[in-house]
C-alpha cells in the first residue's frame, strides 16, 4: 500500500484531511463506531479506492455524490474519497421528510446517491439515477464493500485548489427552495483549523461525535482527524448510548448542543469527573443555570461557539471566559471574534453600531462560503460588500463581547436545527380549515427553543392540535413539526404593511388556549 504524499509539489494547495496523519500514524485508530474500527492506512486506502471506483463509474471532477447516512462508519472515508477524485460531496440531512429531500436532489442533481442502510427504501423513490448501498447490494447485484476491493486505489493528491467547491451543504430558508451553501476546499480546511484551535485538538485526542456528520459542525471532529487524533462516531445520539461510548472510549472533547447536554446531564447521576476534557456547544442559547450544573458535573472545559454553514466560526466563548463566579454576566455571551473571523454589528443599511446597541451580525474570513448554489442573485444579496450577512440580531458590550438578542428572519433553533417560520406556516395554510397561521419560538428545557404554532381556524371549523401536527407530518421533517399548538380568537396582529408581529404573539403565548 503507498500511501506516500509529495507535499513538496502542493505549494499553496490545500492539504488532505488525512494524507498527513496517514504517514506519521498508519497504524493508529482513525475512526470507530460501536468498536468496528480503521486504522488510518485502512481508512486512506478504502478512501482511494472509493475515488477509483467512482472515476471508473465515469463520474468527473465537479460532480455531486450525495450521502444520505446515520454517522457510519463509511461517512468518513466518503468525505474524503470524493474530494479525493475532486467531485463535490452533498451531505443530506436524513431527519428531512421525503418532499424536502427529493427537492435537494433535484436542485443539485448528484451523479450517486451514497445511502445507509436505514435508508434504502425511502431511496428507492428519490429522483436520483445511481444508489450505491453501504449495508446491501445495488440494482446490479453489486456491493459496496465489493466495489472497494475490485478498485484501484487512486493517488492520493498532493493538495487540492483552494476555490474549488468540495461541498454543498443545504440549509433551511424562509422560502420553499432549501439553500444549497457552496463551501470550497479553502473554506472547509481553514474552518476545521480554526476549530481544533479553539477545542485544543491534539493528536493523542478522542473525540466523540454524537451530532449528525451531515451538519457543517461535523469539522470541529475532523480538525482531530487531521491531526491524527481518533474519531470515535455514535451512529445517532442517545442518552444511554453516549454514557457508554464515553466509558468505552475514554473520548477527550465532543461536541454537544444544549438540549444533548441537558439529556446527558439528567442521567449522569452520581457518575463523578469523566475523561472529557472539553466540550464544544453551540447552536442554541445555553442557559446559566444549565451551564453551572455541566461545569460542575462533567468537571471540563467548555467552549462556546457561534457561527453558521455560510460562515464557520464567527466567534468563541474560551473556557477561561467560562466562570460563573467571577464573570456570570459572560455566560449568556457568544464570546468574541475568533482569529478565524471578522466580524461587525450594523444598522438596517449597514452601519457599525457602538456598544450596547443591537444590529444584524456580519462575518468574513477564509472560512465564507463560496455562494449558494445556482442561486446568484440571492448569494449578492448575502454577501453584498463581502460581508455574509447573517441575519442574527445581536450587540457587542464594551469589552467585545457579543451577545445574541434575536433572528432577523425569525429564525427559530430548536435541538441544534434551523427552523425557520414561513416554511410550516405556508404547510398549516394549506389545512382546509386553517385561516391564518403564525410560528414562533417559545422557551422547552429540552430543546431550549420549540416550534410553537398560534392557528386562527374557519369560521365553524372543529380541528384540534393533533389534527395540525399530523397534517405538519405529512410534509414536514419531525423537528419541523409544531411541539405546541395554540388557537387564536380573532385576526392575528400585523403591522400596517401586513407584516405579522412574531415579537407580540411571543408575548401573547403564555395567554392562548391549547383547545
Known amino acids: ?100 429531500l427529493a427537492l435537494i436532489l433535484e436542485d443539485c442533481a448528484p451523479e450517486i446517491l451514497i445511502v445507509g442502510s436505514d435508508f434504502e427504501e425511502l431511496a428507492t423513490r428519490l429522483p436520483v439515477t445511481q444508489v450505491l448501498r453501504l449495508g446491501g447490494v445495488d440494482d446490479s447485484g453489486q456491493s459496496y464493500e465489493l466495489m472497494l ?20 451543504s443545504y440549509t433551511s430558508g424562509t422560502t420553499a427552495r432549501a439553500k444549497g451553501v457552496m463551501l470550497s476546499n479553502r473554506s472547509v480546511h481553514h474552518g476545521t483549523m480554526a476549530m481544533g484551535h479553539e477545542i485544543g485538538a491534539y493528536p493523542e485526542a478522542v473525540f466523540l461525535a454524537s451530532t449528525p456528520l451531515f451538519h457543517v459542525g461535523s469539522q470541529v471532529g475532523y480538525s482531530f482527524t487531521y491531526l491524527g487524533g481518533t474519531h470515535v462516531q455514535m451512529r445517532k445520539f442517545d442518552t444511554a ?66 457561527g453558521s454553514t455560510e460562515s464557520m466560526g464567527i466567534s468563541f466563548l474560551s473556557p477561561h471566559e467560562h466562570d460563573p463566579d467571577r464573570s456570570p454576566e459572560l455566560l449568556a455571551s457568544v464570546g468574541r471574534s475568533s482569529s478565524l ?41 448575502a454577501l453584498r460588500g463581502g460581508w455574509m450577512h447573517t441575519g442574527d440580531l445581536a450587540y457587542r458590550n464594551e469589552d467585545g463581547y457579543l451577545f445574541l438578542v434575536d433572528r432577523k ?27 391564518e397561521a403564525a410560528i414562533i419560538g417559545v422557551p422547552d428545557r429540552t430543546w431550549g427553543e420549540a416550534v410553537g404554532a398560534i392557528v386562527v381556524l374557519r369560521e365553524g371549523a372543529a380541528v384540534s392540535e393533533q389534527d395540525i ?34 415579537r407580540a404573539l411571543r408575548d401573547e403565548w403564555p395567554t392562548l388556549s391549547a383547545t
Not at 410550516?424 to 382546509?432: A, T
Not at 423537528?479 to 387564536?488: A, G, L, Q, S, W
Request: hydrophobic fraction near 40%; charged fraction near 25%.
Open 1 to 100: 500500500m503507498n500511501l506516500h504524499v509529495d507535499y513538496n509539489l502542493a505549494g499553496s494547495l490545500v492539504p488532505d484531511l488525512i494524507g498527513m496523519s496517514s504517514l506519521r500514524y498508519p497504524d493508529k485508530v482513525a475512526v470507530d463506531v460501536d468498536g468496528d474500527a480503521l486504522t488510518f492506512a485502512e481508512l486512506s486506502d478504502r478512501a482511494s479506492r472509493l475515488a477509483g471506483a467512482l472515476d471508473k463509474r465515469g463520474l468527473k471532477k465537479g460532480d455531486r455524490v450525495a450521502i444520505l447516512a446515520l454517522n457510519e462508519r463509511a461517512f468518513l472515508e466518503v468525505r474524503v474519497g470524493v474530494q479525493r477524485a475532486g467531485m463535490i460531496l452533498v451531505p443530506l440531512n436524513y431527519r428531512l421528510a421525503e418532499k424536502e
Open 149 to 168: 476491493a475490485s478498485a484501484e486505489a487512486m493517488a492520493v493528491p498532493a493538495g487540492y485548489p483552494p476555490e474549488d467547491i468540495c461541498h454543498i
Open 241 to 306: 448510548g453516549f454514557l457508554a461510548t464515553l466509558d468505552r472510549t475514554k473520548a477527550t472533547h465532543c461536541q454537544l448542543v444544549p438540549s444533548m447536554i441537558q439529556m446527558v446531564l439528567d442521567s449522569w447521576g452520581d457518575r463523578g469527573n469523566s475523561s472529557l476534557q472539553c466540550v464544544l456547544y453551540g447552536a442554541a442559547p445555553m442557559p446559566p443555570a444549565l451551564l453551572r450544573n455541566a461545569l460542575d458535573k462533567l468537571g471540563c472545559k467548555f467552549v462556546n461557539g457561534y
Open 341 to 381: 473571523s471578522s466580524s461587525r454589528i450594523v444598522d438596517e443599511n449597514d452601519n457599525d453600531v457602538g456598544p450596547g446597541v443591537t444590529g444584524e451580525v456580519l462575518a468574513r474570513g477564509p472560512a465564507l462560503m463560496s455562494g449558494y448554489w445556482q442561486q446568484p442573485t440571492v448569494t449578492k444579496e
Open 409 to 435: 428572519d425569525d429564525k427559530i433553533v430548536t435541538g441544534g436545527e434551523n427552523v425557520f417560520p414561513s416554511e410550516i406556516e405556508q404547510v398549516i395554510l394549506s389545512h382546509p380549515h386553517v385561516n
Open 469 to 502: 401536527t399530523a397534517h405538519c407530518r405529512e410534509s414536514l421533517a419531525g423537528y419541523k413539526v409544531p411541539k405546541y399548538v395554540r388557537f387564536y380568537e380573532g385576526a392575528l396582529p400585523r403591522n400596517p404593511t401586513g407584516k405579522l408581529l412574531r
